[in-house]
């Protein structure tokens, strides 16, 4: 499986030119960063199992070996996000995802399959999404639908999110315009009310919410798109190691049995 990194985002900018400068500027080093994480992977991968076998052996009381950088959790309003799977189960993972991100589309595709089989359809786990458009306008334009979609028909959000992602084009182009969003739902048989979607794009109707989200994603300084967080706890490891992650799930599974 081809690793997965995430897309950089930065600080927050109120002018909007100064924002698109700063989004192309952290695109431009994100694309430099994956490249070289590529070639690292390969000629590291020896010296990276050298050292978690060292940490294994002389630190074997660490417990952040899920990648979750040891930092406290955060807090959620879940109930106003979309939710995969079951409210009340005692793992809840949030994902912050650019819909122009196509990292986020590998990672939709290739990694959160395995989470609903393991834990989503097991009831140990929910799965909740939050936009953070920042890769370009269009991004905003994708996070305005997916949210009409969600306050349309709660449970038409997630295969209208599978339709964006299995359609997403080239993130510099300008693709998720509103027609063609409208195109996709219409496609997907939502069983919603595309007029209204078509409404609400225009209208932004949800711009709020999106902003809501957004803002959060830059309060706590998320690293880029997706950015997962594990019961309030960033996931700090390789979103491509499915295998880690998994780790991660269990942790927070076994402290969520122990503090209920």
């Not at 100064?18 to 994100?30: A, D, H, M, S």
């Not at 950088?69 to 995969?84: E, H, I, M, S």
Request: proline letters at 5%; glycine letters at 6%; one cysteine or more.
């Amino acid at each position: 499986m081809q690793p997965l990194s995430n897309s950089k985002p930065g600080k927050k900018k109120m002018n909007p030119e100064i924002k698109r400068q700063k989004n192309q500027e952290r695109l431009e080093k994100e694309r430099v960063r994956q490249r070289k994480t590529m070639r690292n992977l390969i000629i590291g991968t020896i010296a990276v199992i050298a050292v978690v076998v060292l940490l294994i052996v002389l630190i074997p009381n660490n417990k952040d070996t899920a990648g979750t950088n040891g930092k406290a959790p955060t807090t959620f309003d879940y109930a106003q996000l979309p939710v995969k799977g079951k409210a009340e189960a005692p793992v809840k993972i949030v994902e912050f995802g650019d819909f122009k991100c196509p990292i986020c589309k590998q990672y939709n595709e290739q990694i959160i399959p395995q989470i609903e089989k393991d834990y989503i359809n097991t009831g140990t786990a929910a799965l909740y999404f939050s936009n953070f458009p920042f890769i370009a306008e269009d991004s905003k334009t994708a996070a305005l639908a997916v949210e009409s979609v969600h306050q349309q028909k709660s449970e038409a959000f997630w295969p209208y999110l599978d339709a964006v992602y299995a359609n997403q084009k080239d993130e510099n182009t300008e693709w998720a315009t509103t027609d063609y969003l409208v195109e996709l739902a219409e496609k997907a048989n939502l069983g919603i009310d595309t007029a209204k979607l078509r409404e609400d794009i225009e209208k932004e109707t949800y711009a709020k919410q999106v902003q809501a989200q957004y803002d959060k994603g830059e309060a706590l300084q998320i690293p880029g798109t997706p950015s997962i967080f594990i019961n309030g706890v960033p996931y700090t490891g390789d979103l491509g190691d499915y295998n880690a992650l998994k780790q991660a799930i269990e942790q927070a599974k076994t402290a969520a049995g122990s503090e209920g």
